[in-house]
């Protein structure tokens, strides 16, 4: 069975920063492609990063990038979400995802979030 388990959400002030975790287990984590998502209070689901299988290329969404930053540790199973700068806008239940093909869709299986609060 294929679990994936984030962590490392909280409440901080605009311009803190957060590292959040996501934890695989039940699959061959290395064969596949990591992402984030998040869905932001009363707003659909969006991408946020993700990360190729061997972690040689990463792709953000422009929302994100230069302040958040995608890593993975194949021998630890798990994924990061380094955020820093955070915005107000920021604020989200952020979940991790894996999936075969790299991209920004077409993931197989998800996580059960951690929430990310951003105070002005």
């Known amino acids: 069975q294929v679990q994936l388990v984030e962590s490392g959400g909280g409440l901080v002030q605009a311009g803190d920063s957060l590292r959040l975790s996501c934890a695989a287990s039940g699959l061959t984590f290395s064969s596949y492609a990591m992402g984030w998502f998040r869905q932001g209070p009363g707003k659909e689901r969006e991408f946020v990063a993700t990360?190729?299988?061997?972690?040689?290329?990463?792709y953000y969404a422009d929302s994100v990038k230069g302040r958040f930053t995608i890593s993975r540790d194949n021998a630890r199973n798990t994924v990061y979400l380094q955020m820093n700068s955070l915005k107000p806008e920021d604020t989200a239940v952020y979940y991790c995802a894996a999936g075969r093909i790299f991209g920004d869709y077409g993931y197989d299986y998800w996580g059960q979030g951690t929430q990310v609060t951003v105070s002005s």
């Open positions: 990360i190729r299988w061997n972690g040689d290329s990463t």
